[in-house]
Antibody
């Protein structure tokens, strides 16, 4: 079945970096894109960015542009995100979600499915 | 960025009742709006995309309507598993943004 499985929980100190993986199965990886989102405790989801697994094109939310990178590895059907210079307010559950393969189609689709989430805790 | 305002914040209803959730955008998003359901400890699940299209496997009791700035998610008859938090998301403009959510709780 269509599934996204994310890597496990992380505990990081302020200033460190974190890398989260999202392994896809059940569908042709390169025919889709992926969004990364996060959800702080008690808050709604926040969209961080999108990447096409076919072209490598990316769109980043302005809040994250300087310290956030998304990549994909088509050989392992895995999407990755890296967030650098972590702060305490980066503590959140981070999600990947399957999207359309081209940005100009994103308005007509939905994020489906989502990975199970990865808790990233930033604490000294 | 486009701001989405959801109302009410909390909806207290009984199983079998009709739920009507609202999402208002700060500027037109055409029909580029999605609805998600989230239960505690789980990832959000796509219910509706492009304002009125049900996602795969979503029961017919869920329906979406609206365009421009005003949108509605209707659950025609609440089942016990429908008590959850619901979010709208606009997909018309970068960055994609979410509303603050409506919690549907058991009365």
């Amino acid at each position: 079945q269509v599934q996204l499985v994310q890597s496990g929980a992380e505990v990081k100190k302020p200033g460190a970096s974190v890398r989260v993986s999202c392994k896809a199965s059940g569908f042709p990886f390169s025919s889709y894109g992926f969004s990364w989102l996060r959800q702080a405790p008690g808050q709604g989801p926040e969209w961080m960015g999108w990447i096409s697994a076919y072209t490598g094109d990316t769109y980043y939310a302005q809040n994250f542009q300087d310290r956030f990178t998304m990549t994909t590895d088509t050989s392992t059907s895995t999407a990755y995100m890296e967030l650098r210079s972590l702060r305490s307010d980066d503590t959140a559950v981070y999600y990947c979600a399957r999207e359309v393969v081209r940005w100009n189609l994103i308005a007509r689709a939905g994020s489906d499915p989502w990975g199970q989430g990865t808790l990233v805790t930033v604490s000294s | 960025e486009i701001v989405l305002t959801q109302s009410p914040a909390t909806l207290s209803l009984s199983p079998g009742e009709r739920a009507t959730l609202s999402c208002r955008a700060s500027q037109s998003v055409s029909s580029s709006l999605a609805w998600f359901q989230q239960k505690p400890g789980l990832a959000p699940r796509l219910l509706i995309y492009e304002a009125s299209n049900r996602a795969t496997g979503i029961p017919a009791r869920f329906s979406g309507s609206g365009s421009g700035t005003d949108f509605t998610l209707t659950i025609s008859s609440l089942e016990p598993e429908d008590f959850a938090v619901y979010y709208c998301q606009q997909r018309s403009n970068w960055p994609l943004t979410f509303g603050g959510g409506t919690k549907v709780e058991i009365k």
